[in-house]
């Protein structure tokens, strides 16, 4: 079995640059949840994607965007990067959409805006 | 506006001591989970909840569901050096979000 795996596991952006983060889900889960965490808080909740639609969505602007492919894995797209952004971005992946089953977590992209 | 609170921030205990880790909200949850989070990876689903005054052992840890399904406790006896880490509580209101909390920063002593 396969974890959830993410890419990069560091970066460095420029406030103003995009960035675009990626994620392979579980083996077998269709759904993929996108969480911000900044240094010393608790994940927040950014968008969730199940079968390639976004299915709930966080207090996140529209410079937070997504994309799920038919394989299940995920983009998480952040334009006009600000140096709030700063942050380690977690990506969850579960079996059927919501939260009524477990998340598996992915270890993370840290990244820094400058 | 943070809708799950825990208490304490952060907790520093010798190897062996019990302690109780708290997560409150003026909120109702349909379920809560708690997870543990170590430096550079990502939060390790622990157990999850859904019964209102629901109780679930797992080894050393001791996990409870208030009975309005708004706040739940963590107690670990004898504390060991590989309890160290973040806990995190997560509560979710409906299908559709899920919640954290503030987290809970443990660091048991040897």
């Known amino acids: 079995e396969t974890g959830v795996t993410q890419s990069p596991t560091h970066l460095i952006k420029t406030r103003g640059q995009q960035v675009t983060l990626r994620c392979s889900s579980q083996?077998?889960?269709?759904?993929v949840s996108w969480y911000q965490q900044a240094l010393g808080q608790g994940p927040q909740f950014i968008f969730q994607?199940?079968?390639?639609?976004?299915?709930g969505r966080g207090n996140f602007p529209p410079r937070f965007s997504g994309l799920q492919f038919p394989n299940y894995s995920s983009e998480l797209n952040v334009n006009a990067l600000e140096l709030d952004d700063s942050a380690l971005y977690l990506c969850?992946?579960?079996?059927?959409?919501?939260?009524?089953?477990?998340?598996?977590f992915g270890n993370g992209t840290r990244l820094t805006v400058t | 506006t943070q809708l799950l609170e825990q208490s304490p921030q952060f907790l520093s205990i010798q190897e062996g001591e019990n302690l109780t880790v708290y997560c409150n909200s003026s909120?109702?949850?349909?379920?809560l989970q708690w997870y543990r989070q170590e430096p550079g990876e990502g939060p390790v689903l622990l157990v999850t909840v859904v019964t209102g005054g629901e109780v679930k052992k797992l080894k050393r840890l001791t996990f409870q569901f208030g009975d309005a399904r708004k706040d739940s406790s963590l107690h670990i006896t004898a504390a060991q050096p590989g309890d160290t880490g973040l806990y995190l509580c997560?509560?979710?209101?409906?299908?559709?979000?899920?919640?954290f909390g503030t987290g809970t920063r443990l660091t048991v002593i040897p």
């Open positions: 083996s077998g889960h269709n759904t």
């Open positions: 909120s109702v949850f349909s379920s």
């Open positions: 997560a509560g979710a209101p409906g299908a559709n979000n899920l919640f």
């Open positions: 969850a992946s579960s079996l059927g959409q919501g939260f009524t089953s477990p998340l598996h």
């Open positions: 994607y199940y079968r390639e639609e976004e299915n």
